[in-house]
């Protein structure tokens, strides 16, 4: 039997919503998916400038009682509507994920409000969320993509909040009850807040369901900016020294662009064509030819200061120089010669591809519609980025390589052990070793052939 030809996509089709902004500053946003059974929400609550020990145990701690009930209650609550809730926090955001029946959209909506209005932080929930996260964060810690990633973050971010999002452990041991209460208060508050809900109902009745629940969710705290991220400073490779290590984490940042930037449809596939998904130069290159890696990666990752490319991958001990060269050449080659038409054309259709299986589930909806609003986009947005995608030209992507993509604007973070690797990442680019006692250790100022 013979295959029939794939169909082209057309123009990505966005469901059907509607939206309302409450009187204290909530702005909601009803998507209409048919045929869902739960309805699913996201909350996005402004959270700039708060301590990432803070921000870490409130998250935790949100859902462990209000005023009305204990935390036990409120679970037994959520589980009669066939529902959960539960929050984590980052340097942008508090998020409050859910979900119920799509019958019991308001009952979800009052245990929110109820929980919004009057989380309590009880004594003793906040010391057992505290000593479990701490001892999440001790183990997390101990991992090594976690700690070159904690490298990387303060090298390209240096001077802004985002260069320290892991909490230090004694700043999480030092968080008390009263804190949380009061940083609640001053924070979780209405004002430039956004509630995404997605299931089928009509747009406007939802609307209506969550200003019956949440119009009283009132609060005096404003939400602060922070200040776009600088652009990455390229300079020495940084190497963190890993005694024993038996491989090494390679991390490579380079500037990128905002999501309705002129430039981000035809920098998304030059990204897919260096190492965006598994057909990429560099998978080709570093796995499939050398076995240097199983599969390295790299992404454009938005946050609301700016946007970062971030390239990783995890190479044995014995080929971290040799990795690290193969990397900067395909950069080189990416930046320095148009591609194919047909390699600009199967990223592209990977990029339309991932968009419509992003809106293909309920959860990937829900997801998409939260990170656009906290953005201030709409799902309209995505159709406007899949016209983007369609229109670039191989020689757009060949000038948005040309002017992100060049090693010249690499910054370059290594982890492992410096005993063994130190000499032959030197050859490659200049380099600096950063010690276990987190002092630089040795620098080589000078490439060597």
């Given at each position: 039997?013979?295959?029939?030809?794939?169909?082209?996509?057309?123009?990505?089709?966005?469901?059907?919503?509607?939206?309302?902004?409450?009187p204290?500053?909530?702005?909601?946003?009803?998507?209409r998916?048919?045929g869902?059974?739960?309805?699913e929400?996201?909350l996005?609550?402004?959270?700039?400038?708060?301590?990432p020990?803070?921000?870490?145990?409130?998250?935790?701690?949100?859902?462990?009682g209000t005023?009305?009930?204990?935390?036990?209650g409120?679970?037994?609550?959520?589980?009669?509507?066939?529902g959960?809730?539960s929050?984590?926090?980052?340097?942008?955001?508090?998020?409050?994920t859910?979900?119920?029946?799509?019958?019991?959209l308001?009952e979800?909506?009052?245990?929110?409000?109820e929980?919004?209005?009057?989380?309590?932080?009880?004594?003793?929930?906040?010391g057992t969320?505290?000593?479990?996260?701490?001892d999440?964060?001790?183990?997390r810690?101990?991992?090594?993509?976690?700690?070159?990633?904690?490298?990387?973050?303060e090298r390209i971010?240096?001077?802004?909040p985002y260069?320290?999002q892991?909490?230090?452990l004694?700043?999480?041991?030092?968080?008390h009850p009263?804190?949380?209460?009061?940083?609640?208060?001053?924070?979780?508050?209405?004002g430039?807040?956004?509630?995404?809900l997605?299931?089928?109902?009509?747009?406007?009745?939802a609307?209506?369901?969550?200003?019956?629940?949440?119009?009283?969710?009132?609060?005096?705290g404003?939400?602060?900016r922070?200040p776009?991220?600088?652009?990455?400073?390229?300079?020495a490779?940084?190497?963190?020294?890993?005694?024993?290590?038996v491989q090494s984490?390679l991390?490579?940042?380079?500037?990128?662009v905002?999501?309705?930037?002129?430039?981000?449809?035809?920098?998304q596939?030059?990204?897919l064509?260096?190492?965006?998904?598994?057909?990429?130069?560099?998978t080709?290159?570093?796995?499939?030819d050398?076995?240097?890696?199983y599969?390295?990666?790299?992404?454009?990752?938005?946050?609301?200061?700016?946007?970062?490319?971030?390239?990783?991958a995890?190479?044995a001990t014995?080929v971290?120089?040799?990795?690290?060269?193969?990397?900067?050449?395909?950069?080189?080659?990416?930046a320095?010669e148009?591609?194919?038409?047909a390699e600009?054309?199967q990223?592209?259709?990977y990029?339309?591809g991932?968009?419509?299986?992003?809106?293909s589930?309920?959860?990937?909806?829900?997801?998409?519609?939260?990170?656009?609003?906290?953005?201030?986009l709409r799902?309209?947005y995505?159709?406007a980025?899949a016209?983007?995608?369609?229109?670039?030209?191989?020689?757009?992507?060949?000038?948005?390589?040309?002017?992100?993509?060049?090693?010249?604007?690499a910054?370059?973070?290594?982890?492992?052990d410096?005993a063994?690797?130190?000499?032959?990442?030197?050859?490659?680019?200049?380099a600096?070793?950063?010690?276990?006692?987190g002092?630089?250790?040795?620098?080589n100022?000078?490439?060597r052939?």
């Open positions: 039997m013979t295959l029939p030809a794939l169909t082209r996509l057309g123009r990505l089709a966005v469901p059907e919503q509607a939206e309302l902004t409450l204290g500053g909530l702005t909601v946003i009803a998507v998916r048919p869902a059974a739960l309805v929400l996201r996005w609550v402004p959270f700039a400038r708060v301590a020990a803070s921000s870490a145990v409130l998250a935790q701690s949100l859902f462990s005023g009305e009930r204990s935390g036990t409120l679970a037994s609550a959520l589980q009669r509507v066939g959960m809730l929050a984590q926090a980052d340097p942008d955001r508090l998020l409050v859910g979900s119920a029946l799509g019958t019991e308001d979800l909506l009052a245990l929110l409000a929980v919004l209005a009057g989380a309590a932080y009880p004594d003793g929930e906040v969320a505290r000593e479990r996260f701490a999440r964060l001790r183990i810690l101990r991992r090594p993509t976690q700690r070159v990633l904690m490298a990387l973050r971010y240096e001077g802004h260069a320290t892991i909490p230090r004694p700043d999480v041991l030092g968080v009263e804190d949380l209460r009061a940083l609640h208060a001053r924070r979780v508050v209405p430039e807040a956004f509630l995404v997605v299931g089928d109902h009509d747009p406007d009745d609307l209506a369901v969550a200003a019956r629940r949440l119009g009283g969710w009132t609060g005096a404003a939400g602060e922070l776009r991220i600088p652009a990455p400073v390229p300079g490779a940084l190497l963190v020294d890993s005694p024993a290590a984490s991390r490579v940042a380079l500037p990128a905002r999501r309705g930037h002129p430039d981000n449809a035809a920098l596939l030059a990204n064509i260096f190492g965006g998904y598994f057909s990429s130069r560099w080709q290159n570093l796995r499939e050398k076995g240097y890696t599969s390295p990666s790299s992404v454009i990752e938005h946050a609301l200061a700016g946007s970062t490319l971030v390239a990783a995890e190479v014995a971290t120089g040799p990795a690290l060269a193969e990397t900067l050449r395909e950069l080189e080659k990416i320095g148009p591609p194919a038409e600009v054309e990223a592209r259709e990029a339309l991932s968009l419509v299986l992003g809106m589930t309920q959860s990937g909806l829900t997801r998409l519609a939260g990170n656009l609003a906290g953005h201030g799902l309209d995505l159709a980025h016209d983007g995608l369609a229109a670039a030209s191989a020689g757009d992507v060949f000038r948005a390589a040309a002017t992100y993509l060049t090693p010249a604007r910054v370059i973070v290594l982890l492992g410096a063994r690797v130190a000499a032959e990442v030197g050859a490659v680019v200049p600096a070793v950063r010690g276990a006692d002092h630089i250790a040795s620098e100022g000078e490439k052939d």
